[in-house]
């Protein structure tokens, strides 16, 4: 079974700095997907960013990039240059390349001081 | 917008009562996804249909049911509730091939 861990149940950063929140997963497969979910206080699910197994290369979206490391199965979002709007929590999810299931960390809780 | 609508918004109902909850997949996604998420927790896979099929089932109870229909509407029905099934539920939708899940704005759903 795969599982997905974060463990870092809250994090904070200061207005303009830089964080970078932790998961780890766990799976028996070589193909598969990655993604960081935010979640604003309105609780809307929100795709912040998604990575390929098979590809090297780190994802890259504006001011979130990921470190993935596949042999550690390890996969951190990196926030430069945090906005208040930044604040939520974010969830690491995990999907099968033959499957739609995802599966979700417990989830990172964000907080950006002005 | 993810272009994923669900209703109600917000439900209030009493155990041992069954409810219904909507779901409309974005325009053209065959896909459509039902997940829980408890107070401060993540969210829990339910079921997946495809264009009208159950592709997959995780985590969820035999007193939990949905189904996907021709216009591609879903459904997932709750029956005899308990305390513990008060959860924000969420649909999602997928295009085919597509590795994306768009998130509907849930349902919070509130037994007492």
């Known amino acids: 079974a795969q599982t997905v861990t974060q463990s870092q149940p809250e994090m904070s950063v200061q207005e303009a700095e830089t964080v970078t929140l932790s998961c780890t997963y766990d799976t028996s497969e070589s193909d598969y997907y990655l993604f960081w979910y935010k979640q604003p206080p309105s609780r809307q699910m929100i795709l912040v960013i998604r990575q390929e197994a098979y590809k090297q290369q780190n994802a890259t979206e504006n001011r979130f990039s990921v470190n993935f490391q596949k042999a550690a199965k390890s996969f951190s979002l990196k926030i430069s240059d945090s906005q208040l709007g930044d604040a939520a929590m974010y969830f690491c999810?995990?999907?099968?390349?033959?499957?739609?299931?995802?599966?979700f960390g417990a989830g990172t809780r964000l907080t950006v001081k002005p | 917008d993810s272009g994923v609508t669900q209703t109600p918004k917000h439900l209030i109902t009493a155990t041992g009562q069954r409810v219904t909850l909507r779901c409309s997949p974005r325009s053209g996604d065959l896909s459509v996804y039902w997940y829980q998420q408890s107070l401060d927790q993540g969210l829990q896979f339910l079921i997946h249909?495809?264009?009208?099929?159950?592709?997959a089932k995780g985590n969820i109870l035999e007193r939990f049911s949905a189904q996907q229909f021709p216009d591609l509407h879903s459904e997932l029905n709750l029956s005899s509730l308990e305390l513990g099934d008060s959860a924000l539920y969420f649909c999602?939708?997928?295009?085919?091939?597509?590795?994306?899940?768009?998130f509907g704005p849930g349902t919070r759903l509130t037994v007492t």
């Open positions: 999810a995990y999907r099968r390349y033959n499957n739609n299931d995802m599966r």
């Open positions: 999602a939708s997928s295009e085919q091939g597509n590795h994306e899940q768009y």
């Open positions: 249909y495809y264009n009208g099929e159950e592709r």
